[in-house]
C-alpha cells in the first residue's frame, strides 16, 4: 500500500506561512540580529573547538582557537550564508557579546539558535514493538521519495540491510544514522537542534519531517574523517562490544524499592505484603548474595496535617538503600496505621515521590515496586500534599531513570475508586520502551495471587540477574531480543530489565554529530511508531521565571476565587506586586496572557500550540467550572514538576564548564509546556 503524504494547499502555506514568520531574521548594521516574530536576539551556538577569526576570512588573524563550546554567542551580521549543502555550510557569522561584536565564525562552525526545540530519541522497544534507527538524509526530496513509493516499507529494509553489509552498502544521499544502541539524552547529553520541518499525514497519523543539526558537547568530528554511515569506525561503534568503555555489565547494581500503602484500609493485608515482600528479597539475596542489590522502603498515608495521629504522610524507613538481611528487619517493624482517614483515597503520589528521592546506588538499575488499594488525591484536593497528577509524576520518574511496577489490590468494598486507582497506577507504571504499563491488579478475596504475583516477581528478577552474571553480553542480547508473548507479572519484569539493558548499553554509543540532515520522527518501515521525541532546551533561571509566572496565575485565581472578583483583574494586581512595580504586565479584557508580558519571552518563541498562552478574558470566562478546574489543576502539577527537575541537580546539563548553575540545560518534553 502507497503511504499518501497530503499536503492540502491551505494547511501547507499556514504550517510554512508559521514556520517562516518564526525563522525569518532582520539583521540592522551594527545591531544584534533579531528573530522577526519574539523581537528577541538572534543566537549561535559554536561547535566544539571553533575557531574566531578577527575578520571574515580563514587568512586572517585567529582570536581563539577553541571557543567556548554551546557557549551563547549574539549574531551581528549573516554574510553570504547559505546551509542548501548539508554537510558543507558556506558563509560567515559576525558574532560577540550584547554590547559589541568581536569576531567572525565559520558557518559550518556553528548552529543558529532561533528558538530552544530540540528532539531526542526515544526508547526503541523490544521484539515486535522495537523500532528501527533514525536515518539521517542530506536532503528532504531523497526521504520524502522513500516515503511516497508504493513499497517504501521495502525500499527502507533494503537501507538497513546496506547498512548491515561489510563493506556498507548506501545511497550517498544517506549520511548517517542513529546508534543501534540507544542513547539516552540523560545519559549522554547531545544536542539535535530543530531548523525547519515539514508537516505529513501519514496512515491518518501525523508525523514530522525535520530538519536537525547533531552536535554533541565535548566532543567534535574529525573534519577529514566525519561520522557518516561510511566511515569504518561510525559503523563499528554500533555493534556490541564486550567491553564497554572499561565497564563491565556484570558490575551493573540492581536497587528495589518498595513504596507500599500503610493506612489503616491496608490492615487486613499488612502482614501478607510483608511476607511477600520479605520473599522476594530473601529469595533474589540467597541466589545473589555476592551481586550488589539493595533494598528500600517507603511508606505512605494520608495528609498528616489534616490527621495528625497518621504519624507521617509518606516515611522512607531506609535513608540509605540496605542489603536483604537488614531490610528483613526493617519491614518487620512496620504497622498499619491505627486511625482512618478522611476518605478512601491516600497520599499515593507522595509516597512515590519520596521513593524517587531514594538514595540510589551508582551505576544501578532502579526499579520501584507500588503497593496499595487506593487511589491518590487529585490536585486541589484539601488533603493532597503534593498537588500534582500521576502523568506529571510519571514525567519526573522517567526523568530519574526509574521504573515501577504496580500491585494494586482490589477490594470490592471499593468499587468505586477501581476505576481512578487503575488509571493513576496504570500511568506510574508506563515505562519507557514498554508497549504497556507494568500494572498487575490483584483481587484481595484471592489469598493466593498476592503471593503468587510477588513470588513470580522474585523469580523473574533472580533468573535474569543470574543470566547477567554468568553469561554477561551475551545474555543481555537475549533478554532485548526476546520476543516474550506472555502478559503475566514476570514478562513485565522481563520487559522493563531489557529497556533498562538497553539504556546501560547506550551509554558507550556516540550520536552522530556535526551534520545537517533532514529525519522523519516515525520509523520509517512502520510508521506508527515514534522515533523522535520533541524537547525545549531550557536554561535553570528560564525554568525559575517560569515556575514565578505559573504561581502567579495560581495565586490570582484562589484571590479571585475567595473574594469573587475578576479573575483578569485580580491577576493585573497579582502580577504587578511580583514584578515589583515595573509595570510590565500588561493585561486587558482583550489581551492574551502570551502577550501580556507575564509568561517568558522565550515561551512566546516556540512553535506549539499553547491553551494558556491564548487565554484571555473572554475565553477564560466560557470555560465551565470543570475545565477551568482542570486547567488550574495542570497548572498545580507542572509547578510541582518544575520544582522536582529544579531540585534535582543530577539531571541539570553544563554546555560549558564555565557556566554557573543558572545557566545549566535541561531537555524538557513538550509535555511538560503549561
Same mark, same amino acid.
Given at each position: 500500500?502507497k503511504?499518501?503524504?497530503?499536503?492540502?494547499?491551505?494547511?501547507?502555506f499556514l504550517?510554512k506561512a508559521?514556520?517562516a514568520?518564526?525563522q525569518? *531574521?532582520e539583521?540592522?548594521k551594527?545591531k544584534?540580529?533579531q528573530?522577526v &516574530?519574539t523581537?528577541?536576539?538572534? #543566537?549561535g551556538?559554536?561547535?566544539?573547538f571553533?575557531k574566531?577569526y578577527?575578520?571574515?576570512?580563514?587568512?586572517?588573524? =585567529?582570536i581563539?582557537?577553541?571557543?567556548?563550546?554551546f557557549?551563547p554567542?549574539?549574531?551581528y551580521?549573516?554574510?553570504?550564508?547559505?546551509? &542548501?549543502?548539508a554537510?558543507?555550510p558556506?558563509?560567515?557569522?559576525?558574532?560577540?557579546?550584547?554590547r559589541r561584536?568581536?569576531?567572525?565564525?565559520?558557518?559550518?562552525?556553528l548552529?543558529?539558535?532561533?528558538?530552544?526545540?530540540v528532539?531526542?530519541?526515544?526508547?526503541?522497544?523490544?521484539?515486535?514493538?522495537?523500532?528501527?534507527?533514525?536515518?539521517?538524509f542530506?536532503n528532504?526530496?531523497?526521504?520524502?521519495?522513500?516515503? @511516497? !513509493?508504493?513499497?517504501?516499507?521495502?525500499k527502507a529494509?533494503?537501507?538497513?540491510?546496506?547498512?548491515?553489509?561489510?563493506p556498507?552498502?548506501?545511497?550517498? !544521499?544517506?549520511?548517517?544514522?542513529?546508534?543501534?544502541?540507544?542513547? /539516552?539524552i540523560?545519559d549522554?547529553f547531545?544536542?539535535?537542534?530543530?531548523?525547519?520541518?515539514e508537516k505529513i499525514?501519514?496512515f491518518?497519523?501525523?508525523?514530522?519531517l525535520?530538519?536537525?543539526v547533531?552536535a554533541t558537547p565535548?566532543?567534535r568530528?574529525?573534519?577529514n574523517k566525519?561520522?557518516t554511515? +561510511?566511515?569504518?569506525a561510525?559503523?563499528?561503534?554500533v555493534?556490541?562490544?564486550?567491553t #564497554?568503555e572499561?565497564?563491565?555489565?556484570?558490575?551493573?547494581?540492581?536497587?528495589?524499592v518498595?513504596?507500599m500503602?500503610?493506612?489503616?484500609?491496608?490492615?487486613?493485608y499488612i @502482614? !501478607?505484603?510483608?511476607?511477600?515482600?520479605r520473599?522476594v528479597a530473601?529469595?533474589?539475596s540467597?541466589k545473589?548474595?555476592?551481586?550488589?542489590?539493595?533494598?528500600g522502603l517507603?511508606?505512605y498515608?494520608?495528609?498528616?496535617?489534616l490527621?495528625p495521629?497518621?504519624?507521617?504522610?509518606a516515611?522512607n524507613f531506609? $535513608? %540509605?538503600?540496605?542489603?536483604?538481611?537488614v531490610?528483613?528487619?526493617?519491614?518487620?517493624?512496620v504497622?498499619a496505621a491505627?486511625?482512618?482517614?478522611l476518605?478512601?483515597?491516600?497520599?499515593?503520589?507522595?509516597?512515590?515521590?519520596?521513593?524517587v528521592?531514594s538514595?540510589?546506588s @551508582?551505576n544501578?538499575?532502579?526499579?520501584?515496586? #507500588?503497593?496499595?488499594?487506593?487511589?491518590?488525591?487529585?490536585?486541589?484536593?484539601?488533603?493532597?500534599?503534593?498537588?500534582t497528577t500521576a502523568?506529571?509524576?510519571?514525567?519526573?520518574? /522517567?526523568?530519574?531513570?526509574?521504573?515501577?511496577i504496580?500491585?494494586?489490590?482490589?477490594?470490592?468494598?471499593?468499587?468505586?475508586d477501581h476505576?481512578?486507582?487503575?488509571?493513576?497506577?496504570?500511568?506510574?507504571?508506563k515505562?519507557?520502551?514498554a508497549?504497556k504499563?507494568?500494572?498487575?491488579?490483584i483481587?484481595?478475596?484471592d489469598?493466593?495471587a498476592?503471593?503468587?504475583a510477588?513470588k513470580?516477581i522474585?523469580i523473574?528478577?533472580?533468573?535474569l540477574?543470574?543470566?547477567?552474571n554468568?553469561?554477561?553480553?551475551?545474555?543481555?542480547?537475549?533478554?532485548?531480543?526476546?520476543?516474550?508473548?506472555?502478559?503475566?507479572?514476570?514478562?513485565? *519484569?522481563?520487559s522493563?530489565?531489557?529497556?533498562?539493558l538497553?539504556?546501560y548499553l547506550?551509554k558507550a554509543?556516540n550520536?552522530?554529530?556535526?551534520l545537517?540532515?533532514?529525519?522523519?520522527?516515525?520509523?520509517?518501515?512502520? $510508521?506508527a %511508531?515514534?522515533?523522535?521525541?520533541?524537547?525545549?532546551?531550557?536554561?535553570?533561571?528560564?525554568?525559575n521565571?517560569?515556575?514565578?509566572s505559573?504561581?502567579?496565575?495560581l495565586?490570582?485565581?484562589?484571590?479571585?476565587?475567595?473574594?469573587?472578583?475578576?479573575?483578569?483583574?485580580?491577576?493585573?494586581a497579582?502580577?504587578?506586586?511580583?514584578s515589583?512595580?515595573?509595570?510590565r504586565?500588561?493585561?486587558?479584557?482583550?489581551?492574551?496572557?502570551g502577550?501580556?508580558g507575564l509568561?517568558?519571552?522565550?515561551?512566546?518563541?516556540?512553535?506549539?500550540k499553547s +491553551?494558556?498562552?491564548?487565554?484571555?478574558?473572554?475565553?477564560?470566562?466560557s470555560? /465551565?467550572?470543570?475545565e477551568?478546574?482542570?486547567?488550574?489543576?495542570?497548572?498545580?502539577?507542572?509547578? &510541582?514538576?518544575? %520544582?522536582? =527537575?529544579?531540585?534535582?541537580?543530577?539531571?541539570?546539563?553544563?554546555?560549558d564548564d564555565?557556566?554557573?548553575?543558572?545557566?545549566?540545560v535541561?531537555?524538557?518534553v513538550?509535555?511538560?509546556?503549561?
Amino acid at each position: 500500500m502507497k503511504i499518501r503524504i497530503i499536503f492540502s494547499i491551505l494547511s501547507c502555506f499556514l504550517i510554512k506561512a508559521v514556520f517562516a514568520e518564526q525563522q525569518a *531574521v532582520e539583521c540592522q548594521k551594527n545591531k544584534v540580529c533579531q528573530v522577526v &516574530s519574539t523581537q528577541l536576539p538572534l #543566537l549561535g551556538l559554536p561547535r566544539p573547538f571553533t575557531k574566531i577569526y578577527k575578520k571574515a576570512d580563514a587568512k586572517s588573524m =585567529i582570536i581563539t582557537d577553541n571557543s567556548r563550546a554551546f557557549y551563547p554567542l549574539y549574531i551581528y551580521q549573516r554574510q553570504n550564508i547559505d546551509l &542548501s549543502d548539508a554537510t558543507n555550510p558556506q558563509g560567515w557569522y559576525h558574532v560577540g557579546t550584547k554590547r559589541r561584536p568581536f569576531g567572525w565564525i565559520k558557518a559550518k562552525d556553528l548552529i543558529e539558535w532561533k528558538q530552544a526545540l530540540v528532539v531526542s530519541y526515544t526508547p526503541p522497544g523490544q521484539g515486535d514493538e522495537r523500532r528501527n534507527p533514525v536515518l539521517m538524509f542530506n536532503n528532504k526530496e531523497t526521504l520524502i521519495n522513500i516515503i @511516497e !513509493s508504493d513499497d517504501f516499507d521495502k525500499k527502507a529494509e533494503n537501507l538497513y540491510k546496506g547498512l548491515n553489509n561489510s563493506p556498507v552498502k548506501v545511497p550517498d !544521499s544517506l549520511v548517517s544514522s542513529e546508534p543501534n544502541r540507544f542513547v /539516552s539524552i540523560q545519559d549522554k547529553f547531545y544536542l539535535l537542534p530543530i531548523i525547519d520541518f515539514e508537516k505529513i499525514d501519514v496512515f491518518e497519523d501525523d508525523a514530522l519531517l525535520l530538519q536537525v543539526v547533531a552536535a554533541t558537547p565535548g566532543s567534535r568530528a574529525d573534519e577529514n574523517k566525519p561520522d557518516t554511515v +561510511k566511515n569504518t569506525a561510525f559503523t563499528e561503534q554500533v555493534l556490541m562490544e564486550e567491553t #564497554l568503555e572499561g565497564e563491565n555489565i556484570k558490575d551493573l547494581n540492581f536497587d528495589i524499592v518498595f513504596v507500599m500503602d500503610l493506612t489503616n484500609s491496608m490492615g487486613p493485608y499488612i @502482614e !501478607s505484603t510483608k511476607r511477600a515482600i520479605r520473599k522476594v528479597a530473601a529469595m533474589i539475596s540467597h541466589k545473589h548474595s555476592s551481586t550488589h542489590i539493595k533494598y528500600g522502603l517507603v511508606g505512605y498515608r494520608d495528609n498528616v496535617k489534616l490527621i495528625p495521629k497518621l504519624g507521617f504522610t509518606a516515611k522512607n524507613f531506609t $535513608p %540509605k538503600l540496605v542489603t536483604g538481611e537488614v531490610f528483613d528487619k526493617v519491614i518487620a517493624n512496620v504497622k498499619a496505621a491505627e486511625v482512618g482517614s478522611l476518605d478512601y483515597q491516600e497520599e499515593v503520589f507522595a509516597g512515590v515521590n519520596m521513593g524517587v528521592k531514594s538514595a540510589w546506588s @551508582e551505576n544501578s538499575f532502579k526499579t520501584i515496586i #507500588l503497593v496499595g488499594d487506593a487511589s491518590s488525591h487529585l490536585p486541589n484536593h484539601k488533603q493532597s500534599t503534593t498537588n500534582t497528577t500521576a502523568g506529571t509524576l510519571r514525567d519526573t520518574i /522517567s526523568a530519574a531513570k526509574i521504573n515501577i511496577i504496580a500491585l494494586h489490590l482490589k477490594n470490592k468494598r471499593a468499587k468505586l475508586d477501581h476505576a481512578l486507582a487503575t488509571r493513576q497506577f496504570s500511568t506510574l507504571s508506563k515505562n519507557p520502551g514498554a508497549e504497556k504499563a507494568s500494572y498487575y491488579p490483584i483481587n484481595t478475596d484471592d489469598k493466593q495471587a498476592y503471593e503468587k504475583a510477588t513470588k513470580e516477581i522474585a523469580i523473574s528478577f533472580s533468573n535474569l540477574i543470574d543470566d547477567i552474571n554468568k553469561k554477561g553480553l551475551s545474555a543481555v542480547k537475549n533478554i532485548i531480543q526476546k520476543q516474550d508473548k506472555k502478559t503475566g507479572i514476570g514478562s513485565m *519484569v522481563q520487559s522493563i530489565v531489557a529497556n533498562e539493558l538497553i539504556r546501560y548499553l547506550g551509554k558507550a554509543a556516540n550520536p552522530p554529530r556535526d551534520l545537517t540532515v533532514w529525519v522523519m520522527d516515525r520509523d520509517l518501515v512502520d $510508521p506508527a %511508531k515514534k522515533s523522535l521525541e520533541v524537547r525545549v532546551l531550557v536554561k535553570k533561571k528560564d525554568l525559575n521565571s517560569l515556575i514565578i509566572s505559573l504561581e502567579t496565575i495560581l495565586e490570582a485565581y484562589d484571590q479571585a476565587k475567595a473574594t469573587n472578583k475578576d479573575f483578569f483583574n485580580t491577576l493585573q494586581a497579582v502580577a504587578a506586586q511580583v514584578s515589583a512595580g515595573k509595570d510590565r504586565v500588561t493585561l486587558s479584557e482583550s489581551s492574551k496572557l502570551g502577550k501580556s508580558g507575564l509568561l517568558p519571552n522565550w515561551i512566546n518563541g516556540l512553535p506549539y500550540k499553547s +491553551k494558556l498562552l491564548d487565554l484571555d478574558e473572554d475565553k477564560f470566562s466560557s470555560l /465551565s467550572a470543570s475545565e477551568k478546574t482542570d486547567l488550574i489543576d495542570r497548572l498545580d502539577g507542572l509547578v &510541582s514538576a518544575y %520544582k522536582e =527537575i529544579n531540585e534535582s541537580t543530577q539531571l541539570w546539563i553544563s554546555l560549558d564548564d564555565k557556566d554557573d548553575s543558572l545557566e545549566h540545560v535541561y531537555p524538557l518534553v513538550l509535555g511538560l509546556l503549561p
